[in-house]
């Protein structure tokens, strides 16, 4: 009957993971998924216990800053959504269907475009799509 109890204790760590997208629970969910398959094997909940515990704040840990480099922040995002507005200029060609550079101030940005815009090409940033800034032709 452990098996029950750490199914709805994973049931639960997911939603929980679903609902935040914090990145904290995601690690113990993965610990219970291993607890739940040694409760069929050990009979100790002690132990299962310990190896749960242990398992999600090694993995909690050891991976999550890993992770948190190729998932976008929040306060990326925010950042980027300051640019909107921004008039910047193009430094790599956009083609429409990929992405270019921007240089806005003295930092460069990821952007895409709806036509195709050449280096030295003055643009404005109309919106984001995900992490790429949709710059236009400025007028």
Do not use: H
């Not at 049931?11 to 409760?39: C, K, N, P, R, Y």
């Not at 306060?75 to 240089?103: H, Q, S």
């Amino acid at each position: 009957m452990d098996w029950i109890f750490w199914l709805i204790l994973i049931i639960i760590l997911a939603v929980i993971e679903l609902a935040t997208a914090s990145l904290l629970t995601i690690w113990f969910v993965l610990s219970g998924i291993v607890a739940l398959i040694l409760s069929f094997f050990i009979d100790n909940v002690a132990i299962t216990c310990t190896i749960f515990a242990v398992l999600g704040i090694f993995l909690l840990f050891t991976t999550r800053p890993i992770l948190r480099e190729y998932l976008p922040s929040q306060k990326k995002v925010r950042d980027l959504e300051k640019l909107i507005g921004r008039d910047g200029v193009v430094v790599k060609n956009i083609y429409k269907g990929g992405a270019g550079l921007v240089k806005i101030g003295r930092r460069k940005y990821k952007a895409i475009s709806s036509k195709n815009l050449k280096v030295d090409t003055e643009v404005y940033v109309k919106t984001l799509d995900e992490l790429n800034l949709v710059v236009e032709k400025k007028n």
